[in-house]
């Protein structure tokens, strides 16, 4: 994959990081930080994918095959994922606190995944998070 599809990966991710920092719902900011780093690992595998693999592979373990020094980050999201389909489902809720911390992980991640890419850093805004609540 050329550098112009992993950077507009990045500054898409970049911005799922923004909409997570501003979102009013714990669960939206769940979501949200869950797709900042989704589009960060697809910036990363999608060069790497094989003419015949199929499309819905799961790209957690393929980020852990293309990036082994990811694997963690692969593992902790690949839980995430669970975690949210069981927040957009409604058989779990989410609280405040969890919903902040995936956001400040998949912040880092996204960090890292721009470093190993050797991709120009964004520029680091001041963030603040908006007051959130837990949702029903």
Known sequence: MGAAPAL???EQSRQCLAEAYAAELAAAR??????????AAAALVAGHARRGR?????LWPLLANQAPELGEWADF?????????????????????EADDLLRAAETFVEAVTVTLGM?????????????????
Do not use: H, N, W
Request: cysteine-free; overall charge positive; charged content about 30%.
């Open 54 to 58: 199929s499309s819905r592979q799961d």
């Open 30 to 39: 769940y979501v949200t930080s869950q797709d900042a780093a989704m589009r």
């Open 8 to 10: 507009a990966l990045l």
């Open 120 to 136: 120009p850093r964004g520029e680091r805004a001041a963030r603040r998070l908006a007051a959130a609540r837990d949702t029903a």
């Open 77 to 97: 999201f690949a839980l995430a994922a669970v975690r949210r389909q069981e927040i957009e489902s409604r058989t779990a809720r989410v609280s405040v606190r």
